[in-house]
């Protein structure tokens, strides 16, 4: 019977598009105009997810979920078909066990403290790891106790794609005979009250023949740690963060080691219109490549579901750092890029 | 709550597959039978769509389509998940506004005249960007007032795969410092009423380097003009259109100036059955390499959503023009070709 | 009216993850620990279908159904958006005929005799052709009388992806002027009744140039023949079979000629609790390079939709033979490989 079977599936998902233009776009200094591709002010996705209670407080719960590139009509995350999450699992008061591709604790350990999120213009242009913290060949676990969240998830090979970019870094591992080729550890610690709350995470990455970024053996990693906050005061968020991170590749010349700071607020304006403004800050260790991205963005929202928004935005690029406002842009080495966004975002 | 959650998401879509056979097909006048892959009556595709009442007239809108090739279970249009169509958009009294990449103006300034639309056998095989007259990347607006239609399309980058094949000419263009490089415009105007209609439409699309067609620099161009007209004879609708195509390629040898000109009517021969027919020239300028394509097509309606249908097609081609009849197919160079297909069409 | 259209299609599918662990899994001895890609106890899957009722006993019906990867978030069956199944057909009281990309006889013919189905650990690890049995470009049937079943399909370009692996080897066929390139045939007739049934297929595919496996020419083809039994005692099901293969390839050194038998049971130990056994030999003609592969298997179904699993496995690779005891793994040749999986399954 179809309409019992539908009421086992949902489909559901978020489409946002909208126009960007930043100047300094190549070593000319060059400006360009574009609908972006990887986000507006949240990734475009559509997903299927579904949950059965099974007695005794257990639930079976899936989730696949496309990322899509409304610009184009094309698949994100390295042509995966469901590359944000593509897991099943099983749901308890003691926490959520599950398998397969999932987002892993980088990401979720900022969600509340970043006001910003992966908007086009925000801290995920200075790290596009964050916005694409996820495991292939997981195992994840999330539990929430009174006001604790505590996370993890252990990968037996962390991006079998190899299609380029920073969800397809080419490292499928499962490799018999070494147990570190491509794996991935992940873990969170998290406190939230009504006023205010707390979120650290770990992780680490290995690399292999053939991984991206210089992580061509299986010895060398990628480590990322984190320390989130906000606080309300009132209705207005103000929240703030650190990533350290330390990146040991498979030769000196590709090793990094920076910090990012961020601090920023989300104020509602009316019950329409919110004001969110981020500043974040890139250190490279040992180097002059710093980088400071300011954005600030004003939502009005048509409904619940529906909003338009417009942000603006400044990356200050010291040394010969060469990172672009937008994610997944371009900016002449050393260059100073400003920029501004529009788009209108839909939830279904 | 998935009942809801499901009411905000319609599922839909067609499958159309069949069985097609054409003489001619190689340059030894060798004849082959095959399941057909762009098309059979229609293209098949699957999509996902939505409308929220914004209140005062507004709406957001989306449609995420991908195309089917049911042949072999892939996806078309350069292996886009949503290659058909992929946008949101806000829709009031004064018309609807969408940004992604939409269908644009070439396709829909001939929908009401082409009685035989993308069948296999149809004018879309002597102009294969008909059938995909689609925009990455763009800015999209349709309006409709009392009996007057107006749209038109703003492409940044029009075409981002480069998979080969009229949906994947490889332009994805929005370039730093060139405002030319791979954009596009479409405009249409239109005049309907009960009895007849008219619709002109206006597109012309830039190359960049490594585009397909010899559109290898943003100064190259592809300029398509086109009149449209239709008139119902009581139950039989009589249309005809032209097309003015002038390309200006990066080299001379690769520039291309012709017109097509059809004709055709759509009988119903009872509440059940409709017998179309038409009839395609394709006047090359300054060359022999003309065509010409009949085709009539006999289509049973099982029901308002099946049918089954059978078609009938001819192509002459003049000189050494080697215009397959099917869309997709190949032909012997200056060889005429015959052929027949039959199909099953389901809407859902 | 979106919910009247939601009832024309049914969202459904299954999600299958896990754990694997194998010994020998290369020539150095070396062991593996895995997110299983291709299958758990069943491979995972979502699917679009539906049905429509056009009197007279008539129906049509679709099916577009994704293999889905879940360990990375990938299509299967060589990037196919609809890789496991794309049809559209009509169906009636004296069977029902499909066009598209469609599973064929050699699958269907063992799936109530086979008790361990596409498991991970399973006889179609020692021919991956069984679960991924499928014929593009094909015209179906399949029709139930009485106790009576019999089927075929036809295909007039058995593969079209050359992506690599068992559901992409490169035939697309449908060449003008050879009536052999890529064709496949494949027949069935069963028998079924309360007690027992007994079903019986034949399969064969033919090549073409850049086909995989030697077949690179249209008169090499490869053949199996299969006949398949199975009888109730009591609530357990005894199962078993045999399969006779001949591949003649382009050359002599790609010839195969080589038998496989299996027998096992299906043992309900509870309404909950189910025990599956299997063991399959494959024989290969005038060599050494035989295997045998011993599996049990132990289920707990915590619903009708959601279980959870655990497969212990053994292969005995004679000779030469590197037949891996999971779908897709590897062994080092030679080699005896044991393993355990466990994971959990849920179908929506």
């Given at each position: 019977?179809?309409?019992?079977?539908?009421?086992?599936?949902?489909?559901?998902?978020?489409?946002?598009?909208?126009?960007?233009?930043?100047?300094?776009?190549?070593?000319?200094?060059?400006?360009?105009?574009?609908?972006?591709?990887?986000?507006?002010?949240?990734?475009s996705?559509?997903?299927?997810?579904?949950?059965?209670?099974?007695?005794?407080?257990?639930?079976?719960?899936?989730?696949?979920?496309?990322?899509?590139?409304v610009?184009?009509?094309?698949?994100?995350q390295?042509?995966?078909?469901?590359?944000?999450?593509?897991y099943?699992?099983?749901?308890?008061?003691?926490?959520?066990?599950?398998?397969?591709?999932?987002?892993?604790?980088?990401?979720?350990?900022?969600?509340?403290?970043?006001?910003?999120?992966?908007?086009?213009?925000?801290?995920?242009s200075?790290?596009?790891?964050?916005?694409?913290?996820?495991?292939?060949?997981?195992?994840?676990?999330?539990?929430?106790?009174?006001?604790?969240?505590?996370?993890?998830?252990?990968?037996?090979?962390?991006?079998?794609?190899?299609?380029?970019?920073?969800?397809?870094?080419?490292?499928?591992?499962?490799?018999?005979?070494?147990?570190?080729?491509?794996?991935?550890?992940?873990g969170?610690?998290?406190?939230?009250?009504?006023?205010?709350?707390?979120?650290?995470?770990?992780?680490?990455?290995?690399?292999?023949?053939?991984?991206?970024?210089?992580?061509?053996?299986?010895?060398?990693?990628?480590?990322?740690?984190?320390?989130?906050?906000?606080?309300?005061?009132?209705?207005?968020k103000?929240?703030?963060?650190?990533?350290?991170?330390?990146?040991?590749?498979?030769t000196?010349?590709?090793?990094?080691?920076?910090?990012?700071?961020?601090?920023?607020?989300?104020h509602?304006?009316?019950?329409?219109l919110?004001?969110?403004?981020?500043?974040?800050?890139?250190?490279?260790?040992?180097?002059a490549n710093?980088?400071?991205?300011?954005?600030?963005?004003?939502?009005?929202?048509?409904?619940?579901?529906?909003?338009?928004?417009?942000?603006?935005?400044?990356?200050?690029?010291?040394?010969?750092?060469?990172?672009?406002?937008?994610?997944?842009?371009?900016?002449g080495?050393?260059?100073?890029?400003?920029?501004?966004?529009?788009g209108?975002?839909?939830?279904?």
């Amino acid at each position: 019977h179809p309409a019992m079977a539908q009421s086992q599936v949902t489909v559901y998902g978020i489409l946002d598009s909208g126009l960007v233009y930043t100047n300094n776009s190549n070593a000319a200094g060059d400006s360009v105009v574009k609908v972006p591709g990887l986000t507006g002010s949240v990734p475009s996705r559509l997903g299927f997810r579904g949950a059965e209670d099974l007695g005794g407080g257990l639930q079976a719960v899936f989730v696949l979920e496309s990322g899509v590139n409304v610009d184009t009509g094309t698949m994100g995350q390295g042509n995966r078909l469901f590359g944000r999450q593509a897991y099943v699992g099983l749901k308890s008061a003691y926490g959520t066990l599950t398998l397969g591709r999932q987002i892993n604790m980088t990401f979720l350990a900022a969600v509340k403290s970043d006001v910003m999120g992966p908007n086009l213009f925000s801290m995920s242009s200075i790290d596009l790891y964050i916005p694409n913290a996820r495991s292939d060949n997981a195992i994840g676990y999330l539990g929430a106790f009174n006001d604790f969240t505590v996370g993890a998830t252990y990968s037996l090979g962390r991006d079998a794609s190899a299609a380029g970019g920073p969800a397809a870094t080419g490292c499928a591992g499962e490799v018999a005979g070494d147990a570190k080729a491509c794996r991935q550890v992940t873990g969170l610690l998290g406190y939230d009250n009504k006023a205010w709350g707390v979120t650290a995470s770990y992780d680490i990455l290995y690399g292999n023949t053939g991984a991206a970024a210089g992580l061509t053996t299986s010895g060398s990693s990628d480590k990322r740690v984190t320390l989130n906050g906000y606080t309300m005061l009132g209705a207005t968020k103000i929240g703030l963060g650190l990533m350290d991170r330390k990146k040991v590749a498979a030769t000196r010349a590709n090793d990094l080691e920076s910090d990012m700071y961020y601090v920023g607020a989300s104020h509602p304006l009316s019950p329409a219109l919110t004001l969110d403004g981020q500043v974040a800050r890139h250190d490279v260790k040992g180097s002059a490549n710093d980088s400071t991205l300011t954005v600030v963005r004003l939502t009005y929202n048509l409904s619940k579901r529906t909003a338009v928004y417009s942000s603006l935005g400044h990356m200050r690029n010291g040394g010969l750092a060469a990172i672009a406002l937008d994610a997944g842009g371009t900016v002449g080495a050393g260059l100073n890029q400003s920029g501004v966004s529009a788009g209108v975002r839909h939830a279904f």
